[in-house]
């Protein structure tokens, strides 16, 4: 069966075009060969990008007994454990999907709104003027307490400072995960997959501490943090989760959750000091949850953190019009979809009042889709809305590099190179005549 056409350079070459500029290479590759095409990646193997919306919506709804998504995160399985939700498929997926689900739904999320807004004031608390600031690197420390608290229960400020000390040294050994098994053995206490099983051994006693804490505690009924809800969740079958899922489920949701919700806070602040215009009339309605959410959205649209989903073919399938073989992996095209013309017009334009007259929500799919979308996109909407809400009303920030910061391929995921760097400023500087906006040179780009 052939694959739809794409790119002929070798494998090596569309990889490190793609890391290097992810959003170009998928916008050209689009142009040229239209919505389906084929990529070869050193190390990844071959993908077949779909960015039309139909196809998508077909990919993520109905029967998905023939498509596979844990298998593609199965290089996160020696952290993020074998009952991870992220790496499972089929009934254990949907099990533990079911299971994870409710405490993120609405009404908690509702109430997660409070703490975030608290935690968001502290760090704010801390920020002078004149101060340097690389935006990412700060969003991580907040999302990461963000997570600490509504997702573990965890307020103890020391606690909190141990558990991050733990889990970070984890996480930070990222690019170790990419790497085949044999150099992430255990090969003694200097090799590098030494390290990992000794700091994941530390991370796990945390975790298995904070689970036996939580179990103890007398009003564990009444509590509403994530891990409470999931410790008096029981499935179909009246089971509850075992330890070691409930390990591996807040190792994945602290996985998920931080680096990404900090990064898409990142570009939208940088896409927010870009447009000045979006950027005084946000200012001007701090206090209009409408504007803030499209906004939020806006920002996922056209800045997605995850370019595209995955889903390999178990059997041959028909997608957007190309019969396709089993075993080939299918890649929604997140980014690509969500910058179509037709559906989004002047798409490179970032323009929250779009979602205000109502553009097309199924071709809005940063947190994915169907079975598999995203647990925490309720909540990573939320902590946006609410940390551009408490940050602009208390501090101007001022771009320190002339130029957008540039998009590349860190992991999996779409970050700014350098972080976003910015200036601390008082709010008086906010507005089209201010400080600010003679900073700002150039508007947003691609
Ligand atoms: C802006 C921030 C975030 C973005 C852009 C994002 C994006 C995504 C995407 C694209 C997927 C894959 C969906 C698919 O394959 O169809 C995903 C899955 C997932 N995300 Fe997020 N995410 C974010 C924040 C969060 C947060 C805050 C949490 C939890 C605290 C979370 C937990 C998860 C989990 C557990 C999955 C796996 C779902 C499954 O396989 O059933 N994410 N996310």
Redesign the pocket.
């Known amino acids: 069966m052939p694959l739809p056409p794409g790119p002929r350079a070798p494998a090596l070459v569309n990889l490190i075009r793609f890391m290097r500029r992810p959003i170009e290479s998928l916008l050209t590759w689009q142009a040229r060969y239209g919505d389906v095409f084929t990529v070869r990646y050193a190390g990844f193997g071959t993908g077949v990008y779909v960015a039309d919306p139909d196809a998508i919506r077909s990919l ?1 709804s109905g029967d998905q007994r023939d498509l596979r ?2 298998e593609a995160n199965s290089f996160l399985e020696p952290v993020l454990g074998q009952h991870s ?2 790496v499972l498929d089929g009934p254990a ?1 949907l099990r533990q ?1 079911k299971l ?1 689900l409710p405490p ?1 739904q609405g009404s908690h999320v509702a109430g997660f709104r409070k703490v975030i807004r608290e935690v968001a004031e502290r760090e704010v608390a801390g920020w002078r003027t004149g101060m340097r600031l690389v935006l990412r690197e700060r969003m991580r420390a907040l999302t990461f307490e963000v ?1 600490c608290r509504v ?1 573990f229960g965890v307020t103890e400020r020391e606690r909190v400072r141990r558990l991050q000390t733990a889990l970070m040294a984890v996480i930070d050994t990222g690019s170790l995960f990419l790497a085949p098994a044999p150099l992430r053995a255990d090969l003694g206490r200097f090799s590098p997959g030494g390290r990992l099983a000794r700091r994941l051994r530390a991370a796990d006693a945390m975790l298995y501490e904070e689970i036996e804490r939580r179990r103890a505690q007398h009003d564990l009924d009444q509590r509403d943090d994530v891990l409470s809800l999931l410790l008096r969740a029981r499935d179909e079958e009246g089971r509850a989760l075992s330890d070691t899922e409930l390990r591996d489920e807040l190792f ?2 602290l996985a ?3 680096e ?2 900090a990064t ?1 806070l990142a570009f939208a602040f940088e896409l927010l000091m870009r447009n000045p215009g979006v950027l005084a009339r946000l200012c001007e309605r701090l206090d209009d949850d409408a504007y803030l959410d499209a906004t939020v959205k806006e920002a ?1 649209r056209l800045r ?3 370019d595209g ?2 889903r390999t073919l178990t059997v041959p399938r028909e997608v957007g019009g190309w019969m396709l073989p089993a075993g080939v992996k299918v890649y ?1 095209a ?1 980014l690509l979809v969500q910058r179509r013309e037709d559906l989004y017009p002047r798409a490179h334009e970032f323009r929250p009042e779009r979602f205000l007259e109502g553009a097309p929500s199924y071709s809005w799919i ?12 309720a ?2 909407q939320a ?2 809305a609410e940390v551009l809400r408490v940050v602009l009303a208390r501090v101007a920030l001022l771009p320190e590099r002339a130029e957008p910061d540039p998009v590349v391929l860190r992991g999996i995921t779409l970050v700014p190179r350098h972080g976003v760097r910015v200036r601390v400023a008082p709010r008086a500087d906010l507005g089209a005549g201010g400080e600010h906006a003679q900073s700002t040179r150039a508007p947003a780009v691609s």
């Open positions: 993520f998504a844990g939700v992220l997926h999907r994870l993120f997570i997702v994945t949701l998920a959750g931080h990404t919700t898409a996922l997605p953190v995850i989903a995955e929604p997140i940063p947190f994915g889709g169907g079975t598999r979308r995203c647990i925490g996109a909540l990573a902590e946006m």
